[in-house]
């Protein structure tokens, strides 16, 4: 074992690791930076072993867990949910950051009643997938989205999830395009899979030739189809 940031790193954010071309890892990771909540990127040289640790962006608002993936071309993409403070910031957003040389490309990818819980993946083109989810206004269920960026910007879909209560995001996209999402239903104590029947362009109003499908894997029901989401 070998330690990586030994100052300053928020507890309460969970780590992220994805791994280069190379092999070489690659941690997303939140930490305070004077005073101020900061996403944090370490990546181990593989000539010297040394950990090289980098400030991306500040985040305004509780702890979140950035989430990391690499391109074929071994490109980092971060993705982080920022909810957002009663004053200066009244409504969350979720960020999408690219590295670009020595910089970074940082856009919003959508905002709203975020929560810091969101999950990045990249399809084979290297185009980044983001899912998130909008808190409830009370204590209903909340609504799981999805956001696909192509040459055109971003897309950002709403999935339904009738009476149901989601969180822990993890997502995937297969060789085919095809995301598939999983998630823990708080309500009825359920672990549920979404799959997309079709590979995107992703619409702002879905047709309904592209339905999703949930599966549940930890529930006396074994497979629910759902009809059009749009």
């Known amino acids: 074992a070998e330690t990586v940031a030994t100052r300053d790193v928020c507890p309460n954010a969970k780590p992220a ?3 280069d071309r190379a092999g070489g890892p690659h941690i997303s990771f939140m930490a305070t930076i004077a005073y101020v909540r900061t996403i944090m990127i370490a990546t181990s040289s ?3 072993g040394a950990w090289d640790v980098e400030a991306v962006a500040s985040a ?4 979140t867990s950035p989430a990391i993936a690499l391109d074929a071309n071994s490109v980092v993409h971060l993705a982080w949910s920022a909810p957002g ?3 200066a910031v009244p409504h969350g957003v ?3 950051a690219m590295q670009e040389g020595t910089g970074w ?3 919003v990818v959508d905002a709203g009643r975020l929560i810091p819980d969101c999950a990045l993946a990249l399809d084979s083109d290297g185009h980044p997938f983001i899912a ?3 808190s409830p206004r009370d204590a209903g269920a909340g609504q799981l989205r999805l956001a696909y960026r192509d040459a055109a910007g971003w897309h950002v879909e709403d999935l339904d999830a009738p009476n149901e209560q989601p969180g822990w995001l993890s997502l995937a996209v297969g060789h085919n395009g095809r995301p598939s999402l999983s998630y823990y239903d708080a309500i009825a104590g359920d ?3 979404l799959d997309r029947a079709s590979a995107p362009p992703i619409a702002s109003t879905p047709p309904a030739s592209l339905p999703w499908q949930t599966y549940c894997i930890d529930c006396p029901r074994a497979f629910d189809s759902m009809a059009d989401h749009s």
């Open 132 to 134: 998130l989810l909008d």
């Open 60 to 63: 305004i608002g509780a702890d």
């Open 105 to 107: 490309r940082i856009e």
């Open 191 to 193: 672990l549920r899979i």
């Open 17 to 19: 690791l994805a791994l």
């Open 94 to 96: 979720v960020r999408h």
């Open 46 to 48: 593989t000539a010297t």
């Open 85 to 87: 403070s009663s004053s």
